[in-house]
């Protein structure tokens, strides 16, 4: 649930109401999870797994710690890949797999992250019985859902837009189908999807930590990890462990931004597409490094020219069969027969979910969901106007000051990529300590690790700010209120409803985790579909769970249709500055 | 090498036709110019015979074989000179090569000899952004030329390119050209600049414009290198303009009778531009009349818009075209002399009486109730005659003479078109 404006826009897939595209793709995507962890406790029912390792409180051990929560996330990032170079290729190759995968993308990232975890927890345990494999495998499930989507949609966009000029300069010069795809479309996509799969880290490094420990029903575990660090620290009260934890979880994350993302983001400049140069060229020491160091490019010299013949060769068939004229009849023919197939899918897991839903739902559970889901709607909507409220001037105040800016903008970005469930465990024990309105105060856990999309977005939209425009504005004496109004806000307007976006998106994912906490043997709860979910989730009571999952869903995929994206539309067409 | 080609796009519902039997044959060792306003497909011709886009029905043949997608021994030269800006020089020029499997080594080989024929030493690993407009095309040209191809199809390949910058890759090109430099037997030039198009070919063919048909075919009987200044070249250049002012004249009077006018496409064209032509034939130095050709040399206007603004002014009855000159009506001199308020009112009268769509927007505008209508109704109305971009194309141009001529107003954001005085407003 990590949306990014440009994937919310999306030119080829472009519609503003939910439409019944949406409906069936939500029932599909909610009946597949649903039918998953079912089959699975089919497989095994009551089940414990052994040999669960012990998780220790010891400072010493948190490097090691870390170590494996950066290796699961690593494997997640790699799965995430290959989804995308697969799922984002068919999709974009097939106009009938277009039909399908598409509107499916646009529900899965609309899924809160945590809604798949309970049901794949389920279905990998009883996989891998009684291993740790299983419990393992469902932890780097939940980081490859918090990336995938966007990965693959950006991927998606990437190849749909390629340059005619280039691409018909690819096939004049008879490139394979195989050379065109590594020589020219995955060139022209990589700068969108290297900078997606960083945004969608933060939000990866968020439910890495939550789901290492967790608990459905009868399933408990605790991998080793930063995530069950904290976990054993807040079942013991112990403040200084989670103190240790948050430090380790910074260096973590600063040392994956230098040696993995900084050397990312410099070499996929090259393959930006403009054909100026840039005024910043995004620059790594870690890629200078391996770009000059003689020995690091022996070593590296073999891999690349393989990898270069790899992407020269050809790979094609021999010949090519080809239709003389497009033949229209069979066409619609194969349409119909496709669509068919799809209905007669939809129809079968509709049945199979209402077979699921109706001996243990009723209308009140409806209505309570409906009840939780507003409440935490009017949460997301107050925290992202009080969010918007703090940090769009002081993001234009740091934005104009280039020399600050410079300071600030890479803390920022660090604020939201930390997940800021290590800092729940301080805010619960104020909270405890000084007895306040969970209700009220639980919520700004909420937006804790998201409101920072909207600093560093407003922040980078006041840097981009025409200076002769502000000079205009001040040499025609526009001041105060009026110079908001009429100068600033419009000129960052693209750039909050961007950063507005994605913190919305976050806090909807991260309402599960921080609606209910606790603090030792104490829980605290602060209504809403969020801890609703996270209560039937402890409950281990799956229909329920399914029925929170979908309608937040539902609610989420209604928000972005009839507020985001008609606002983004909006910030596009008016006040692009270019 | 022969071919018969025709092709017909279609955008939604009935097929519009682009190309009209087209037949056209490119002879050994000559350079063919196609020339045509935008819109006349030109470069779809180009894409057809360059196996880019299959022609809907008819046939195009190269080698005594039908051309099924790209073939080779064809290479193409882009108008964005279409380089992979994530490859560097030698790269890209090694492109067209690596698709043919030739090996390694041979491929460097080649790739060099061609960027040393086209003069890019020392730029090797250079990446396209570094380049200027001019080395990129040369690079374009280069990436070209190393698959030795027989046949070479240019797509205006210097009309992204500054006026020196141009002139001095053209001198190059037919230097290399008439010294046979080059493997090339023979080129296709698509261009809308005529002087390019008599400068450079042997044998030049007139596109005209919807559905597009070889109007006219003129051979440059004239020897490399040719003179800008030689009496002879001017002459040619002057029969071109009085060609193509021709049909253009020739076509509108055919419209007029056949009521076509009423979906007429307009070049995308401002206000400024017309007043700026008004003003500058109006001026002591042209007395209300000019040549073409001559009037193409002023610099306030660039080459190829001279004919899209001479035809608009055509339209409009500010001015009138024969024979390669175009001489200002009574309307156009009053218009010239008048203040703003005036020439409004002027331009108002006569684009709701000679733009048929404009008035029909008024119309409609009047009878609707709110007196206001959104643009798509208009689009769909004009896709109906014309190809979805010539649509937009006119659609904009009406909007913006309708807003100078303040017949309507138009909100950007929400799409509509909506009447300024609706009482006042009266089409007549």
């Given at each position: 649930?990590e949306?990014?404006?440009?994937?919310?826009?999306?030119?080829?897939?472009?519609?503003r109401?939910?439409?019944?595209?949406?409906?069936?793709?939500?029932?599909?995507?909610?009946a597949?999870?649903?039918?998953?962890?079912?089959?699975?406790?089919?497989m095994?029912?009551?089940?414990?797994i052994?040999?669960?390792?012990?998780?220790?409180?010891?400072?010493?051990?948190?490097?090691?710690?870390?170590?494996?929560?950066?290796?699961?996330?690593?494997?997640?990032?790699?799965?995430?890949l290959?989804?995308?170079?697969?799922?984002?290729t068919?999709?974009?190759?097939?106009?009938?797999?277009?039909?399908?995968?598409?509107?499916?993308?646009?529900?899965m990232?609309?899924?809160?992250?945590?809604?798949?975890?309970?049901?794949t927890?389920?279905?990998?345990?009883?996989?891998?019985r009684?291993?740790a494999?299983?419990?393992?495998?469902?932890?780097?499930?939940?980081?490859?859902?918090?990336?995938?989507?966007?990965?693959?949609?950006?991927?998606?966009?990437?190849?749909?837009?390629?340059?005619?000029?280039?691409?018909e300069?690819?096939?004049?010069?008879?490139?394979s189908?195989?050379?065109?795809?590594?020589?020219?479309?995955?060139?022209?996509?990589?700068?969108?999807?290297?900078?997606?799969?960083?945004?969608?880290?933060?939000?990866?490094?968020?439910?890495?930590?939550?789901?290492?420990a967790?608990?459905v029903?009868?399933?408990?575990?605790?991998?080793?990890?930063v995530?069950?660090?904290?976990?054993l620290?807040?079942?013991?009260?112990?403040?200084?462990?989670?103190?240790?934890?948050?430090?380790a979880?910074?260096?973590?994350?600063?040392?994956?931004?230098?040696?993995?993302?900084?050397?990312?983001?410099?070499?996929?400049?090259?393959?930006?597409?403009?054909?100026?140069a840039?005024?910043?060229?995004?620059?790594?020491?870690?890629?200078?490094?391996?770009?000059?160091?003689?020995?690091?490019?022996?070593?590296?010299?073999p891999?690349s020219?393989?990898?270069?013949?790899?992407?020269?060769?050809?790979?094609s068939?021999?010949r090519?069969?080809?239709w003389a004229?497009?033949?229209?009849?069979?066409?619609r023919?194969?349409?119909?027969?496709?669509?068919?197939?799809?209905?007669?899918?939809?129809?079968?897991?509709g049945?199979?979910?209402?077979?699921?839903?109706?001996?243990?739902?009723?209308?009140d559970?409806?209505?309570?969901?409906?009840?939780n889901?507003?409440?935490?709607?009017?949460r997301v909507?107050?925290?992202?106007?009080?969010a918007?409220?703090?940090?769009v001037?002081i993001?234009?105040?740091?934005?104009?000051?280039?020399?600050l800016?410079?300071?600030?903008?890479?803390?920022?970005?660090?604020?939201?990529?930390?997940p800021?469930?290590?800092?729940?465990?301080i805010?619960?024990?104020?909270?405890?300590?000084y007895?306040l309105?969970?209700?009220?105060w639980?919520?700004?856990?909420?937006?804790?690790?998201?409101?920072?999309?909207?600093?560093?977005n407003?922040?980078?939209?006041?840097?981009?700010?025409?200076?002769?425009?502000?000079?205009?504005?001040s040499?025609?004496?526009?001041r105060?209120?009026r110079?908001w109004?009429?100068?600033?806000?419009?000129?960052?307007f693209?750039?909050?409803?961007?950063?507005?976006?994605?913190?919305?998106?976050g806090?909807?994912?991260?309402?599960?985790?921080?609606?209910?906490?606790?603090?030792?043997?104490?829980?605290?709860?602060?209504?809403?579909?969020?801890?609703?979910i996270?209560?039937?989730?402890?409950?281990?009571?799956f229909?329920?769970?399914?029925?929170?999952?979908a309608?937040?869903?539902?609610?989420v995929?209604?928000?972005?249709?009839l507020?985001?994206?008609?606002?983004?539309?909006?910030?596009?067409?008016?006040?692009?500055?270019? | 090498?022969?071919?018969?080609?025709?092709a017909?796009?279609?955008?939604?519902?009935?097929p519009?036709?682009?190309?009209?039997?087209?037949?056209?044959?490119?002879?050994?060792g000559?350079i063919?110019?196609?020339v045509?306003?935008?819109?006349?497909?030109?470069?779809?011709?180009?894409?057809?015979?360059?196996?880019?886009?299959?022609?809907?029905?008819?046939?195009?043949?190269?080698?005594g074989?039908?051309?099924?997608?790209?073939?080779a021994?064809?290479?193409?030269?882009?108008?964005?000179?279409?380089?992979?800006?994530?490859?560097?020089v030698i790269e890209?020029?090694?492109?067209?090569?690596d698709?043919?499997g030739v090996?390694?080594g041979?491929?460097?080989?080649?790739?060099?000899?061609?960027?040393?024929?086209?003069?890019?030493?020392?730029?090797?690993s250079?990446?396209?952004?570094?380049?200027?407009?001019?080395?990129r095309?040369?690079?374009?040209?280069?990436?070209?030329?190393?698959?030795?191809?027989?046949?070479?199809?240019?797509?205006?390949p210097?009309?992204?390119l500054?006026?020196?910058?141009?002139?001095?890759?053209?001198?190059?090109?037919?230097?290399?050209w008439?010294e046979?430099?080059l493997?090339?037997?023979?080129?296709?030039?698509?261009?809308?600049?005529?002087?390019?198009?008599a400068?450079?070919?042997d044998?030049?063919?007139v596109?005209?414009?919807?559905?597009g048909?070889?109007?006219?075919?003129?051979?440059?009987?004239?020897?490399?290198?040719?003179?800008?200044?030689?009496?002879?070249?001017?002459?040619?250049?002057?029969?071109?303009y009085?060609?193509l002012?021709?049909?253009?004249?020739?076509?509108?009077?055919?419209e007029?009778?056949?009521?076509?006018?009423?979906?007429?496409?307009?070049?995308?064209?401002?206000?400024?531009?017309?007043?700026?032509?008004?003003?500058?034939?109006?001026?002591?130095?042209h007395?209300?009349?000019?040549?073409?050709?001559k009037?193409?040399?002023?610099?306030?206007?660039?080459?190829?818009?001279?004919?899209?603004?001479?035809?608009?002014?055509?339209?409009?009855e500010?001015?009138?075209?024969?024979?390669g000159?175009?001489?200002?009506t009574?309307?156009?001199?009053?218009?010239?002399?008048?203040?703003?308020?005036?020439?409004?009112?002027?331009?108002?009268?006569?684009?709701?009486?000679f733009?048929?769509?404009?008035?029909?927007?008024?119309?409609?505008?009047?009878?609707?109730?709110?007196?206001?209508a959104?643009?798509v109704?208009?689009?769909?109305?004009?896709?109906?005659?014309?190809?979805?971009?010539?649509?937009?194309?006119?659609?904009?141009t009406?909007?913006?003479?309708?807003r100078?001529?303040?017949?309507?107003d138009?909100?950007?954001?929400?799409?509509?078109?909506?009447?300024?005085?609706p009482?006042?407003?009266?089409?007549?």
């Open positions: 649930m949306q990014h404006a440009e994937i919310l826009i999306g030119k080829p897939w472009q519609r109401i939910p439409g019944w595209r949406d409906f069936l793709a939500v029932l599909l995507v909610v597949v999870i649903i039918l998953l962890g079912l089959g699975g406790r089919q095994v029912a009551p089940f414990t052994t040999q669960q390792p012990t998780i220790s409180l010891s400072p010493s051990v948190l490097p090691g710690y870390a170590l494996r929560t950066t290796m699961r996330m690593l494997a997640a990032l790699v799965a995430s290959i989804f995308t170079f697969t799922y984002a068919a999709a974009a190759k097939s106009r009938r797999l277009e039909m399908v995968l598409i509107p499916l993308l646009d529900v990232q609309s899924v809160p992250v945590l809604g798949y975890l309970s049901f927890v389920v279905f990998f345990v009883s996989l891998f009684g291993s494999l299983g419990p393992e495998l469902a932890a780097i499930f939940a980081i490859f859902t918090a990336q995938a989507w966007n990965m693959a949609f950006s991927f998606y966009q990437g190849l749909r837009t390629v340059p005619i000029d280039l691409d300069a690819s096939r004049a010069f008879h490139l189908a195989w050379q065109r795809f590594w020589r020219l479309e995955t060139p022209f996509a990589m700068p969108g999807l290297v900078w997606n799969m960083m945004m969608s880290m933060s939000g990866g490094w968020f439910f890495l930590v939550a789901s290492e967790i608990s029903g009868s399933i408990q575990f605790a991998l080793p990890g995530g069950s660090y904290v976990a620290a807040i079942e013991q009260r112990d403040l200084r462990a989670v103190g240790w934890a948050i430090v979880m910074t260096v973590t994350i600063v040392l994956y931004d230098q040696l993995l993302f900084r050397p990312l983001v410099a070499w996929a400049d090259k393959f930006r597409f403009e054909q100026t840039a005024a910043v060229v995004p620059r790594s020491w870690v890629l200078d490094l391996f770009r000059e160091s003689p020995l690091l490019g022996a070593i590296g010299r891999v020219a393989g990898i270069e013949a790899l992407a020269r060769s050809r790979f068939f021999p090519k069969i080809r004229r497009p033949l229209q009849a069979p066409q023919l194969g349409d119909v027969a496709w669509l068919s197939l799809i209905a007669v899918a939809l129809v079968y897991v049945w199979k979910l209402a077979q699921f839903a109706r001996p243990t739902l009723t209308w559970d409806l209505a309570i969901v409906g009840r889901g507003a409440l935490t709607f009017l909507v107050i925290l992202i106007i009080l918007s409220i703090v940090w001037p993001g234009v105040a740091v934005g104009l000051r280039p020399r800016a410079e300071k600030v903008q890479p803390v920022a970005q660090f604020l939201a990529a930390f800021a469930n290590l800092l729940f465990p805010a619960v024990f104020l909270i405890v300590r007895q309105s969970p209700k009220i639980l919520s700004s856990l909420m937006i804790l690790g998201t409101q920072w999309y909207i600093l560093f407003v922040i980078a939209g006041a840097t981009a700010f025409p200076s002769d425009l502000r000079e205009c504005a040499s025609f004496h526009v105060g209120w110079w109004r009429e100068v600033m806000l419009p000129g960052i693209p750039y909050y409803v961007t950063g507005a976006i994605t913190a919305s998106g806090s909807w994912n991260a309402s599960i985790v921080s609606e209910a906490v606790s603090w030792g043997s104490q829980h605290i709860s602060g209504l809403g579909l969020g801890a609703y996270a209560e039937k989730t402890t409950a281990g009571d229909p329920r769970i399914a029925l929170g999952v309608v937040m869903s539902v609610i995929i209604s928000m972005n249709r507020i985001w994206r008609p606002l983004y539309a909006l910030a596009e067409r008016r006040t692009r500055l270019d | 090498m022969r071919k018969v080609s025709k017909f796009p279609r955008p939604s519902g009935e519009l036709t682009a190309l009209a039997d087209i037949s056209l044959c490119l002879h050994d000559e063919l110019g196609l045509g306003r935008s819109g006349s497909g030109k470069s779809t011709l180009l894409r057809i015979a360059a196996g880019l886009i299959e022609p809907t029905s008819g046939d195009v043949l190269y080698c074989k039908p051309v099924h997608g790209p073939a021994g064809i290479a193409v030269v882009f108008q964005t000179f279409a380089l992979f800006p994530w490859l560097n890209n020029v090694e492109l067209g090569l698709a043919l090996d390694r041979e491929a460097r080989r080649r790739s060099r000899e061609a960027i040393d024929l086209i003069g890019l030493d020392g730029f090797q250079a990446y396209p952004r570094e380049l200027s407009g001019g080395m095309q040369r690079v374009g040209f280069a990436r070209a030329m190393v698959i030795q191809p027989t046949v070479l199809l240019m797509d205006e210097f009309s992204a500054d006026v020196l910058t141009a002139e001095t890759l053209r001198t190059d090109f037919i230097d290399l008439i046979h430099q493997p090339t037997k023979s080129v296709i030039l698509v261009t809308h600049n005529i002087e390019e198009a400068l450079m070919c044998r030049v063919l596109l005209s414009s919807h559905p048909r070889i109007a006219a075919e003129i051979p440059v009987p004239l020897s490399h290198p040719r003179n800008r200044l030689d009496q002879e070249f001017r002459n040619i250049v002057e029969e071109f009085s060609i002012t021709a049909r253009a004249a020739e076509l509108k009077k055919a007029g009778q056949l009521r076509v006018g009423f979906v007429r496409p307009l070049p995308a064209l401002g206000i400024n531009r017309l007043i700026g032509f008004i003003e500058a034939l109006a001026s002591p130095q007395q209300g009349q000019a040549e073409l050709a009037i193409a040399h002023l610099p306030s206007l660039q080459v190829k818009d001279v004919l899209a603004v001479a035809e608009a002014l055509h339209i409009l500010f001015a009138e075209l024969q024979e000159s175009i001489k200002l009574a309307a156009g001199r009053v218009f010239a002399q008048s203040g703003t308020d005036e020439r409004k009112r002027l331009f108002r009268e006569h684009l709701l009486r733009v048929p769509f404009a008035a029909h927007i008024c119309r409609v505008l009047q009878e609707r109730e709110g007196h206001s959104p643009s109704r208009f689009k769909s109305e004009l896709e109906d005659h014309l190809s979805a971009n010539d649509a937009e194309k006119t659609l904009e009406i909007i913006r003479w309708g100078y001529a303040e017949v309507f138009y909100d950007d954001e929400t799409r509509n078109f909506s009447i300024i005085r009482a006042e407003q009266a089409a007549p």
